[in-house]
Protein backbone atom coordinates (compact mmCIF):
# COMPACT_ATOMS: atom_id res chain seq x y z
CA UNK A 1 0.00 0.00 0.00
CA UNK A 2 3.51 2.22 0.58
CA UNK A 3 4.16 1.58 -2.39
CA UNK A 4 1.17 2.56 -4.28
CA UNK A 5 1.05 6.04 -2.55
CA UNK A 6 5.29 6.51 -3.22
CA UNK A 7 4.02 5.65 -6.85
CA UNK A 8 0.95 7.63 -7.00
CA UNK A 9 2.97 10.50 -5.39
CA UNK A 10 5.99 10.27 -7.97
CA UNK A 11 3.20 10.07 -10.91
CA UNK A 12 1.17 12.94 -10.03
CA UNK A 13 4.60 14.96 -9.74
CA UNK A 14 5.66 14.00 -12.77
CA UNK A 15 2.36 15.08 -14.41
CA UNK A 16 2.79 18.45 -12.55
CA UNK A 17 6.41 18.74 -13.90
CA UNK A 18 4.98 18.52 -17.24
CA UNK A 19 2.19 20.42 -17.29
CA UNK A 20 4.26 22.88 -16.23
CA UNK A 21 6.61 22.70 -18.90
CA UNK A 22 3.72 22.42 -21.56
CA UNK A 23 2.30 25.60 -20.22
CA UNK A 24 6.10 27.57 -20.08
CA UNK A 25 6.17 30.08 -21.06
CA UNK A 26 2.71 31.79 -19.69
CA UNK A 27 4.63 35.15 -18.72
CA UNK A 28 7.08 37.58 -20.10
CA UNK A 29 10.73 35.68 -19.81
CA UNK A 30 13.55 38.15 -18.67
CA UNK A 31 17.14 37.75 -20.09
CA UNK A 32 19.99 39.06 -18.39
CA UNK A 33 23.20 40.98 -20.60
CA UNK A 34 25.72 41.56 -18.54
CA UNK A 35 27.31 44.37 -20.93
CA UNK A 36 25.74 47.32 -21.67
CA UNK A 37 23.45 47.50 -25.11
CA UNK A 38 25.67 47.49 -28.04
CA UNK A 39 28.02 45.03 -27.24
CA UNK A 40 27.99 41.88 -29.23
CA UNK A 41 26.63 39.74 -26.23
CA UNK A 42 23.60 42.30 -26.54
CA UNK A 43 23.55 41.96 -30.29
CA UNK A 44 23.68 38.17 -30.25
CA UNK A 45 20.63 38.42 -27.07
CA UNK A 46 18.35 40.65 -28.95
CA UNK A 47 18.31 38.36 -31.98
CA UNK A 48 17.80 35.55 -29.70
CA UNK A 49 14.73 37.12 -28.25
CA UNK A 50 13.09 38.39 -31.11
CA UNK A 51 13.19 34.89 -32.07
CA UNK A 52 11.88 33.43 -29.12
CA UNK A 53 8.95 35.88 -29.15
CA UNK A 54 7.83 34.58 -32.76
CA UNK A 55 7.56 31.01 -31.31
CA UNK A 56 6.39 31.50 -28.01
CA UNK A 57 4.29 34.81 -28.42
CA UNK A 58 5.85 36.42 -25.09
CA UNK A 59 8.05 38.89 -24.83
CA UNK A 60 11.54 38.24 -23.70
CA UNK A 61 12.83 41.32 -22.21
CA UNK A 62 16.47 42.06 -22.31
CA UNK A 63 17.52 43.56 -18.91
CA UNK A 64 21.42 45.29 -19.55
CA UNK A 65 23.25 44.37 -15.73
CA UNK A 66 26.91 45.33 -16.73
CA UNK A 67 29.73 45.56 -14.25
CA UNK A 68 32.58 43.35 -13.12
CA UNK A 69 33.77 42.06 -16.19
CA UNK A 70 29.92 40.51 -16.03
CA UNK A 71 30.16 39.38 -12.88
CA UNK A 72 27.28 41.33 -11.70
CA UNK A 73 24.32 40.16 -14.72
CA UNK A 74 25.99 37.18 -13.90
CA UNK A 75 25.30 36.56 -10.16
CA UNK A 76 21.53 37.93 -10.39
CA UNK A 77 20.84 34.92 -12.53
CA UNK A 78 22.82 32.45 -10.42
CA UNK A 79 20.55 33.66 -7.72
CA UNK A 80 16.90 33.79 -9.61
CA UNK A 81 14.39 31.52 -9.09
CA UNK A 82 15.01 28.31 -11.21
CA UNK A 83 11.67 28.61 -13.13
CA UNK A 84 12.57 29.39 -16.60
CA UNK A 85 11.27 33.20 -16.56
CA UNK A 86 15.42 34.59 -15.53
CA UNK A 87 17.93 33.56 -18.33
CA UNK A 88 21.70 34.92 -19.03
CA UNK A 89 23.76 35.25 -22.34
CA UNK A 90 26.70 34.13 -21.00
CA UNK A 91 29.87 34.55 -22.47
CA UNK A 92 33.49 33.11 -22.49
CA UNK A 93 34.14 35.73 -19.99
CA UNK A 94 31.66 34.80 -17.27
CA UNK A 95 31.73 30.83 -17.86
CA UNK A 96 35.46 30.26 -18.64
CA UNK A 97 37.33 32.96 -17.76
CA UNK A 98 36.46 34.55 -14.63
CA UNK A 99 37.04 31.76 -11.97
CA UNK A 100 40.46 31.80 -13.02
CA UNK A 101 41.14 35.62 -13.56
CA UNK A 102 39.11 36.61 -10.45
CA UNK A 103 40.17 35.39 -6.96
CA UNK A 104 37.01 35.04 -5.44
CA UNK A 105 33.31 35.09 -7.67
CA UNK A 106 30.19 35.48 -5.98
CA UNK A 107 29.07 32.56 -7.89
CA UNK A 108 30.37 29.10 -9.37
CA UNK A 109 30.06 29.28 -13.04
CA UNK A 110 29.52 25.58 -13.37
CA UNK A 111 27.09 24.47 -10.22
CA UNK A 112 24.77 27.37 -10.05
CA UNK A 113 23.76 27.09 -13.85
CA UNK A 114 21.88 24.81 -15.89
CA UNK A 115 23.60 25.44 -20.03
CA UNK A 116 20.69 25.73 -22.31
CA UNK A 117 22.69 25.75 -25.76
CA UNK A 118 25.66 27.79 -26.71
CA UNK A 119 24.20 30.41 -29.59
CA UNK A 120 27.64 31.73 -31.71
CA UNK A 121 30.97 31.70 -31.81
CA UNK A 122 32.82 34.67 -32.29
CA UNK A 123 36.20 36.14 -33.48
CA UNK A 124 37.70 38.95 -32.15
CA UNK A 125 39.28 41.40 -33.88
CA UNK A 126 42.51 43.59 -33.68
CA UNK A 127 41.40 47.65 -34.39
CA UNK A 128 43.23 50.66 -34.02
CA UNK A 129 42.48 53.83 -34.73
CA UNK A 130 43.09 55.16 -37.92
CA UNK A 131 45.66 57.59 -36.30
CA UNK A 132 47.84 55.09 -35.08
CA UNK A 133 50.72 54.48 -37.60
CA UNK A 134 50.56 51.24 -38.32
CA UNK A 135 49.25 48.69 -41.27
CA UNK A 136 50.08 45.62 -39.77
CA UNK A 137 50.43 43.34 -36.53
CA UNK A 138 54.20 43.97 -37.34
CA UNK A 139 54.52 47.58 -37.49
CA UNK A 140 51.92 47.24 -34.32
CA UNK A 141 54.09 45.30 -32.49
CA UNK A 142 57.58 47.76 -33.87
CA UNK A 143 55.50 50.38 -32.57
CA UNK A 144 54.62 49.24 -29.09
CA UNK A 145 58.26 48.38 -28.46
CA UNK A 146 59.43 51.69 -29.50
CA UNK A 147 57.24 53.23 -27.23
CA UNK A 148 56.78 50.86 -24.05
CA UNK A 149 53.89 51.33 -21.25
CA UNK A 150 52.76 54.36 -23.73
CA UNK A 151 50.25 53.09 -26.06
CA UNK A 152 46.48 51.51 -24.59
CA UNK A 153 44.09 48.94 -25.26
CA UNK A 154 40.38 49.26 -24.42
CA UNK A 155 38.29 46.04 -23.38
CA UNK A 156 34.85 45.41 -22.15
CA UNK A 157 36.19 44.72 -18.81
CA UNK A 158 38.55 43.33 -16.54
CA UNK A 159 38.25 39.12 -17.44
CA UNK A 160 36.58 39.18 -20.45
CA UNK A 161 37.89 37.59 -24.00
CA UNK A 162 38.61 41.03 -25.57
CA UNK A 163 40.62 41.69 -22.59
CA UNK A 164 42.06 38.21 -22.03
CA UNK A 165 43.69 38.81 -25.86
CA UNK A 166 45.16 41.99 -25.39
CA UNK A 167 46.66 40.14 -22.30
CA UNK A 168 47.91 37.10 -24.43
CA UNK A 169 49.32 39.41 -27.58
CA UNK A 170 51.42 40.84 -24.69
CA UNK A 171 52.66 37.56 -23.20
CA UNK A 172 53.68 36.35 -26.64
CA UNK A 173 54.89 39.66 -28.79
CA UNK A 174 57.08 40.63 -25.45
CA UNK A 175 55.32 44.23 -25.47
CA UNK A 176 53.71 46.35 -22.64
CA UNK A 177 50.64 48.38 -23.24
CA UNK A 178 48.52 50.24 -20.98
CA UNK A 179 45.09 47.97 -20.18
CA UNK A 180 41.51 50.22 -19.96
CA UNK A 181 39.18 48.19 -19.11
CA UNK A 182 35.05 49.75 -19.40
CA UNK A 183 31.85 47.81 -18.59
CA UNK A 184 31.24 47.02 -22.41
CA UNK A 185 32.20 46.61 -25.66
CA UNK A 186 30.08 49.63 -26.68
CA UNK A 187 31.94 52.33 -24.26
CA UNK A 188 35.04 51.09 -25.24
CA UNK A 189 34.34 51.46 -28.58
CA UNK A 190 33.04 55.15 -28.28
CA UNK A 191 36.24 55.64 -26.87
CA UNK A 192 38.23 54.30 -29.54
CA UNK A 193 36.82 56.08 -32.21
CA UNK A 194 36.96 59.14 -30.60
CA UNK A 195 41.02 58.57 -30.28
CA UNK A 196 40.89 58.10 -26.56
CA UNK A 197 42.43 54.77 -26.61
CA UNK A 198 44.78 53.19 -29.07
CA UNK A 199 42.94 49.75 -30.14
CA UNK A 200 41.11 47.02 -29.02
CA UNK A 201 40.55 43.34 -29.39
CA UNK A 202 37.07 43.76 -29.84
CA UNK A 203 34.17 41.09 -30.95
CA UNK A 204 33.97 41.39 -34.70
CA UNK A 205 30.00 42.22 -34.75
CA UNK A 206 30.33 45.08 -32.58
CA UNK A 207 33.20 46.79 -34.60
CA UNK A 208 32.49 45.36 -37.93
CA UNK A 209 30.48 48.45 -39.33
CA UNK A 210 32.97 50.34 -37.99
CA UNK A 211 35.55 48.65 -39.99
CA UNK A 212 33.31 49.01 -42.97
CA UNK A 213 33.13 52.53 -42.56
CA UNK A 214 36.71 53.49 -42.31
CA UNK A 215 36.39 54.73 -39.01
CA UNK A 216 38.63 51.58 -37.44
CA UNK A 217 41.59 50.25 -39.28
CA UNK A 218 41.35 46.20 -38.75
CA UNK A 219 44.60 44.42 -38.65
CA UNK A 220 44.23 40.75 -37.86
CA UNK A 221 41.19 38.68 -36.26
CA UNK A 222 42.13 36.43 -33.70
CA UNK A 223 40.59 32.99 -34.18
CA UNK A 224 42.60 30.35 -36.21
CA UNK A 225 41.25 30.73 -39.30
CA UNK A 226 39.87 34.05 -41.47
CA UNK A 227 36.76 35.08 -40.67
CA UNK A 228 34.16 35.11 -43.85
CA UNK A 229 33.06 38.50 -42.77
CA UNK A 230 35.92 39.76 -43.44
CA UNK A 231 38.35 37.62 -45.91
CA UNK A 232 40.87 40.05 -46.57
CA UNK A 233 42.04 40.59 -42.78
CA UNK A 234 44.48 37.79 -41.75
CA UNK A 235 44.38 36.03 -38.39
CA UNK A 236 46.98 37.12 -35.71
CA UNK A 237 48.87 34.29 -36.35
CA UNK A 238 49.31 34.36 -39.59
CA UNK A 239 50.69 38.14 -39.42
CA UNK A 240 53.72 36.56 -37.19
CA UNK A 241 52.26 35.33 -33.75
CA UNK A 242 52.23 31.73 -34.64
CA UNK A 243 49.82 29.95 -32.17
CA UNK A 244 48.18 33.02 -31.14
CA UNK A 245 44.07 32.25 -30.94
CA UNK A 246 41.61 33.73 -28.52
CA UNK A 247 37.87 33.75 -29.64
CA UNK A 248 34.95 34.44 -27.93
CA UNK A 249 31.24 32.34 -27.26
CA UNK A 250 28.08 33.07 -26.27
CA UNK A 251 25.05 30.91 -24.67
CA UNK A 252 21.91 30.77 -22.85
CA UNK A 253 22.08 29.71 -19.36
CA UNK A 254 19.68 29.30 -16.65
CA UNK A 255 19.85 29.26 -13.14
CA UNK A 256 20.66 25.73 -11.48
CA UNK A 257 17.98 23.40 -10.71
CA UNK A 258 15.36 24.68 -13.46
CA UNK A 259 13.28 21.94 -14.73
CA UNK A 260 15.06 19.75 -17.24
CA UNK A 261 11.41 19.91 -19.12
CA UNK A 262 11.55 23.79 -19.35
CA UNK A 263 15.65 23.49 -20.40
CA UNK A 264 14.93 21.46 -22.87
CA UNK A 265 12.11 23.81 -24.36
CA UNK A 266 14.22 26.75 -24.48
CA UNK A 267 16.84 24.65 -25.89
CA UNK A 268 14.94 23.50 -28.76
CA UNK A 269 13.49 26.68 -29.73
CA UNK A 270 16.69 28.53 -29.53
CA UNK A 271 18.40 25.68 -31.81
CA UNK A 272 15.31 26.10 -33.99
CA UNK A 273 16.09 29.57 -34.11
CA UNK A 274 19.71 28.91 -34.91
CA UNK A 275 18.96 27.28 -37.94
CA UNK A 276 16.37 29.86 -39.81
CA UNK A 277 18.37 31.33 -42.44
CA UNK A 278 17.59 34.79 -41.94
CA UNK A 279 18.84 34.42 -38.59
CA UNK A 280 21.94 32.51 -39.93
CA UNK A 281 22.75 35.25 -42.71
CA UNK A 282 22.61 38.07 -40.37
CA UNK A 283 24.82 36.41 -38.11
CA UNK A 284 27.41 35.32 -40.37
CA UNK A 285 27.39 38.69 -41.53
CA UNK A 286 28.43 40.09 -38.60
CA UNK A 287 30.83 38.20 -38.47
CA UNK A 288 29.31 35.26 -35.79
CA UNK A 289 28.90 31.48 -36.52
CA UNK A 290 26.07 30.57 -34.94
CA UNK A 291 25.97 27.15 -33.01
CA UNK A 292 22.96 25.44 -31.66
CA UNK A 293 23.73 22.44 -29.45
CA UNK A 294 22.47 20.20 -26.96
CA UNK A 295 22.41 21.11 -23.13
CA UNK A 296 25.10 18.17 -22.70
CA UNK A 297 27.59 19.56 -25.04
CA UNK A 298 27.37 23.15 -24.33
CA UNK A 299 28.61 21.52 -20.57
CA UNK A 300 31.45 19.73 -22.07
CA UNK A 301 32.04 22.81 -24.17
CA UNK A 302 32.60 25.26 -20.98
CA UNK A 303 34.28 22.59 -18.83
CA UNK A 304 37.06 22.44 -21.68
CA UNK A 305 37.08 26.21 -22.24
CA UNK A 306 37.65 26.68 -18.74
CA UNK A 307 40.26 24.69 -18.66
CA UNK A 308 41.91 26.06 -21.81
CA UNK A 309 41.50 29.98 -20.27
CA UNK A 310 42.78 28.88 -16.94
CA UNK A 311 46.31 27.96 -19.30
CA UNK A 312 45.64 31.44 -20.69
CA UNK A 313 45.53 33.24 -17.83
CA UNK A 314 48.23 31.94 -16.09
CA UNK A 315 50.61 31.88 -18.57
CA UNK A 316 49.46 35.85 -18.87
CA UNK A 317 49.73 36.34 -15.83
CA UNK A 318 47.19 38.31 -15.53
CA UNK A 319 44.82 38.90 -12.33
CA UNK A 320 41.94 40.61 -10.67
CA UNK A 321 40.97 41.02 -7.17
Not at 206 to 224: N, P
Not at 283 to 297: I, Y
Amino acid sequence: MRLVRTLCAVLLCLAATLAFAQAYPNKPVRLVVPFPPGGTTDILARSVAQKLYEAWGQQVLIDNRPGAGGNIGTEIVAKAVPDGYTLLMGTVGTHAINASLYSRLPFDPVKDFAPVTLVASVPNVLVVHPSLPAKSVKELIALIKAKPGELTFASSGNGTSIHLAGELFKSMTGTTMLHIPYKGSAPALTDLLGGQTNMMFDNLPSSIQHIKSGKLRALAVTSSHRSSALPDVPTVAESGVPGFEASSWFGVLAPAGTPREIVNKINADIVKALSAPEIRERLSGQGAEPVGNTPEQFAAYIKAESAKWAKVVKESGAKVD
